[in-house]
């Protein structure tokens, strides 16, 4: 089992749609929680964090972290053809130090 | 503020020779950490510096590899020598804060061994 999980996709959303992206991890004390958006190409661009269980919302982007579940997701509402990207979920534990994990990364395309 | 820069951006080298990457933080971040990608791959997590401390280096591949972090300020990743596998593009990314804090990264280094 990979410590997070992804789904490749591709999503495939029309514009103006609400595009839902999940993210599952296995360690039980990873502490912070984050969303990237990659571009072909490009380094990784952060969206959002959040730490606590529940939803956080920043414009247009909402992220949702259920500990219980080992589950975070990110909604993007009314999507455009320029959130079509690669994006990464990825989580942090305490090591000592704070390793980061990545996901693979889910591709969304939307659709003019 | 100006971000993460890396140096240089591409380097093709052959199997067997050095190639040092280097990365300058975001001013007044104390956390450094290394990333690689391999082609097809997720990023997976080489190693994190606060200041000139390594406090986690447990995804570094091998003992070719060798980072550091004199001063506190920018970081070097070294390989030597250099194997076909360690072709892909290296991160850095910077944090202010430590285990909530939010990593920018830098434009990567895409490294080709042939």
Not at chain 1, 59 to 78: C, E, M, W
Not at chain 1, 99 to 108: D, E, P, S, V, W
Not at chain 2, 40 to 59: R, T, Y
Request: some cysteine.
């Amino acid at each position: 089992q990979k410590e997070v999980e992804q789904n490749s996709g591709p999503l495939s959303v029309p514009e103006g749609a609400i595009a839902s992206l999940n993210c599952t991890y296995s360690d039980r004390g990873s502490q912070s929680f984050f969303w990237y958006r990659q571009y072909s190409g490009k380094s990784p661009e952060l969206i959002m964090s959040i730490y606590s269980n529940g939803d956080k919302e920043d414009g247009r982007f909402t992220a949702q972290l259920n500990k219980a579940s080992q589950y975070v997701s990110l909604l993007i509402r009314d999507s455009q053809p320029s959130d079509s990207a690669t994006y990464l979920c990825a989580v942090r534990v305490n090591t000592g130090g704070f390793k980061t994990i990545f996901g693979a990364g889910t591709r969304l395309f939307v659709k003019a | 503020e100006a971000g993460v820069t890396q140096f240089p951006s591409h380097s093709v080298i052959e199997k067997g020779q050095t190639v040092t990457l280097r990365c300058d933080p975001i001013s007044g971040h104390d956390n450094l950490y290394w990333y690689r990608r391999v082609m097809g791959k997720e990023i997976k997590f080489l190693l994190h510096f606060v200041k000139e401390s390594k406090q986690d280096e447990s995804g570094m591949p091998n003992n070719r590899f060798l980072a550091e972090r004199t001063g506190g300020t920018y970081s070097t990743l070294k390989v030597q020598p250099a194997e076909l596998e360690d072709s892909g593009v290296y991160f850095c990314a910077s944090s202010r804060s430590g285990l909530l804090g939010e990593q920018y990264f830098g434009p990567g280094t895409r490294l080709t061994v042939t």
